[in-house]
């Protein structure tokens, strides 16, 4: 009797999947949603689909001839930043993102501190920032690769006392946040004088 179940359950066991229904097309019987509309002068970073639903023209309930289910993708591969400057993978030129992927946007954290979001990779990201600067009025006194961040002089009409800032460039999910600090780098600079200097970077992405 024993016996009998145990060789029941490992048959069973083995072909358990078999047995579930595959549900991976019910995606097609989903309503679509209109797009969310961020409040006031608020900007919504990442509206780039990860999961994007496949023949979006062509929806369709049921399967189609010869489909046996659905393969959801993978999630993007999460890659660590490089902690020496000085790799000599780092020293290559990084390549553009493609498309508008690589676009910055001028907005605000979930404070109301003004932010440029740049969703690329960090490298190029920071080639661009040190590109822009060059264009500004901005001094760059020094700057620290590892840790992504440039010490800026800024000029009396910046309103900016004392004139001292850091430009710190961060990871976040949804690529490179850039934001104004103040010269101690404790804390983020005034608004108006933060929104100033990321104003005058920006125009020159």
Known sequence: MHRSIAVFAAALALTGCGLLPDNSLRYREAKVLEP????GDMVFIGEEPLYAVPDMDRRLTG???G???????RPPRLVAA????????EAEAPAPPPGQQGRPVLGKDGSGYP???????????????????????LRVTDRNRDQGVFFLTAPERYQLQPPQAQLKLSHTTNGIQVAVLNGEGTALAAK??????????HNEL
């Open 115 to 137: 932010i440029i979001m740049m969703p690329t990779s960090f490298a190029w990201a920071w080639e661009r920032v040190t590109q822009a600067l060059t264009q500004t009025d």
């Open 63 to 65: 399967e189609r001839e």
């Open 67 to 73: 489909e046996d289910g659905f393969d959801a993708p």
């Open 82 to 89: 490089a902690e020496d400057a000085g790799d000599e993978d």
């Open 192 to 201: 108006d004088s933060g929104l100033a200097i990321l104003e005058s970077i």
């Open 36 to 39: 969310m509309t961020p409040p």
